[in-house]
């Protein structure tokens, strides 16, 4: 699937610096940021995700590097009479290094977040996408939904 030896895992608190490093860099280099509050976004994050348990991030490794990352929403749904228990989740910022795209390791970071949602029984996962990278999502198996409806908030 890939032409390099990637490892995708479940991102620990270790991992908080390359996931913020990530995040940072999709905001200055593909976004146009012009912060320099790196540090403080770092301690941000850190703090985020210590208060946001039902938000799973895995990372991709090369070469002992992150270079990319996926996180897993799981978000409770309202029970009804014959399920007390469900859940959804979604797909939120998948991002791979730009020179480490195309190589399979979005692939890799996919299969992770489904297998996850799979062992953990979620209803359905969804993924809001940038119009680059719908390709992506439908050649590792998603689709448009006619049921899904969706509606920014300032409209």
């Known amino acids: 699937m890939t032409d390099l030896d990637v490892t995708v895992r479940p991102a620990s608190d270790a991992?908080?610096?390359?996931?913020?490093?990530?995040?940072?860099?999709?905001?200055?280099?593909?976004r146009g940021y012009q912060g320099d509050n790196l540090?403080?976004?770092?301690?941000a994050?850190?703090?985020?995700?210590?208060?946001h348990p039902e938000h799973r991030a895995f990372v991709a490794e090369a070469s002992g590097e992150v270079v990319g990352m996926a996180w897993l929403a799981i978000l409770d749904r309202v029970p009804t009479a014959n399920k007390y228990c469900r859940r959804g989740g979604d797909v939120q910022s998948v991002f791979v290094v730009p020179e480490m795209?195309?190589?399979?390791?979005g692939a890799l970071l996919m299969k992770a977040v489904l297998d996850e949602s799979r062992r953990l029984e979620l209803e359905h996962v969804t993924v809001h996408s940038s119009p680059r990278a719908v390709p992506f999502y439908v050649r590792n198996g998603?689709?448009?939904?006619?049921?899904?409806l969706s509606r920014g908030s300032g409209r």
């Open 39 to 43: 540090d403080e976004f770092v301690s």
């Open 142 to 148: 998603w689709e448009h939904d006619p049921e899904w």
């Open 15 to 30: 991992d908080v610096p390359a996931l913020a490093g990530l995040r940072w860099r999709r905001a200055t280099q593909e």
């Open 101 to 105: 795209r195309d190589r399979g390791v």
């Open 45 to 51: 994050l850190a703090d985020w995700m210590r208060g």
